[in-house]
C-alpha cells in the first residue's frame, strides 16, 4: 500500500537531516534560546530575498497580522477589508482589536479579492485593506494599490500561504508577495512552504518608522529594555527556528519548483476528467502552490472525498465555512447570500496532497484513482 500524506514533513527532514540537526546543535550549544544571532541573520536572509527593506519576525502569521493593524492604528470603530474566503486569522485580528471586519467577495477562478466589488465597500471608517493571497497565488494587487492610494487607506498583504510568490505590474516590474502593500505578513507553521519546527511568522515593510514601531510591538512595546512606547505583544521567533529556517531558506525554490512539478502532473493527469475545475493561473501572478485546490460540480466533493479517503488517498477542504457565516462572527449581521462566491467555493473546493517530496508513484496513484472514480 503506498503511504501518501498532505504534506510529508517526515520525508524532507529526512533529506535535510545533516543540515537541520547541525544548525540546531549549534543553537543548542550556544543555548541563545531567545534572539539568538540566528533570527537576526534569517530575517536579512529573508529581506534579501524577498526584496523587502526589512523583515521582523515575530511568534506565528496571526501575531504578524495583529502587530501589522496595530502598528497603523486599528481600534475600534474602524473598518478593515479582507475576504471571507480565507483563514479565520486574517478576520479574527480585526476583530480582536475591536475593529469590524467588512468581507468583499472572491472570484471563482482565483479565490482571491474581486477587486470589482473593493470600491463600494470603502467607508470613511476604513483603516486598511487586508487582500489575502490564497493557496500560492497572489491577488491582483496592482488596482488594490491604485483604490487603496486613492483613498488614503493601508495595504496589509495576508501572505502566510504565498511567500515566493511573484506579482508581475502593468509595466513589467515584479515583486514578492509581501513586499508590496505598507505590510506584508507570513507564517512559517510546519506546513507552509518555508515552514518551520513550531510556530513562527515574520512581517515586511520598506518603510523605516514601520519597521521600528513593528518591531517595538512584537517585543512588548518597547524600543529599550523596560521602557513602553507601545501596547505590545510577546511575539518572538525562538532561535532554534530561525535556525531551521535558515537551513530551509536556501532551499526554497527548489521546494516551490516540487510543488510547480506536483502542480503539472496533476493538471495534466486531471484534465480530462468531468466536473472538474482545475486551479486557473492569473496572468499576472506565478502560483507556489501551497495548495493545489480544484474544484468538484454538483454536489460531487463530499463523495468523492470519501471515495479517496477510502484508498487512503488524504484530501482536505480549505475551507468549509466562510468566515461571514462563522458562529463567532454573527454578531456583524452577516447572512447566507451576501457573498455567493465564497459560500459556492465552501462547498466546492478539495485541495490534494503537495508537498516537495511527492513521488511520480504517488501521484500515478492518486491521479488514476481520481480519474477512475465511479461517478
Ligand atoms: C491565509 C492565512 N492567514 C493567516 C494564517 C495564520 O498563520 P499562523 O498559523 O502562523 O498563525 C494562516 C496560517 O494558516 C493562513 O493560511
Known sequence: ?????????????????????AAVQHVLDSTAFIQGAPV????????????SKYVISCGNGTDALLAALMAIGVGAGDEVITVPFTFVATVETIAFLGAKPVFVDVCADHFNMDVS??????TPKTKAIIPVHLYGQSADIEPILNIANKHNISIIEDACQALGTVYTFSDGTKKKAGTMGSIGCTSFFPS???????????????????????RAICRHGSKERYHHQYIGLNSRLDTLQAAILQVKLQHLDEFIAARQRTADFYTTALSEVKGLHLP?????????YHQFTIKLDD???????????????????????????QAAYQYLNYHEGDFPVSEQLCKEVLSLPIHTEMTCEQLQFITETFVNCPL
Open 1 to 21: 500500500m503506498i503511504s501518501i500524506q498532505m504534506v510529508d514533513l517526515k520525508q524532507q527532514y529526512l533529506r535535510l537531516k545533516p543540515e537541520i540537526d
Open 40 to 51: 537576526y541573520e534569517f530575517e536579512e536572509q529573508l529581506a534579501q530575498y524577498t526584496g
Open 117 to 122: 466589488q473593493l470600491e463600494k465597500a470603502i
Open 192 to 214: 507552509k512552504n518555508l515552514g518551520c519546527y513550531g510556530d513562527g511568522g515574520a512581517l515586511m515593510t520598506d518603510n523605516d518608522a514601520l519597521a521600528e514601531k513593528l
Open 280 to 288: 486557473q493561473n492569473a496572468h499576472y501572478s506565478t502560483h507556489t
Open 299 to 325: 454536489n460531487r466533493r463530499d463523495t468523492i472525498r470519501k471515495y479517496l479517503s477510502d484508498k487512503q488517498i488524504p484530501t482536505a477542504v480549505y475551507y468549509p465555512i466562510p468566515a461571514h457565516l
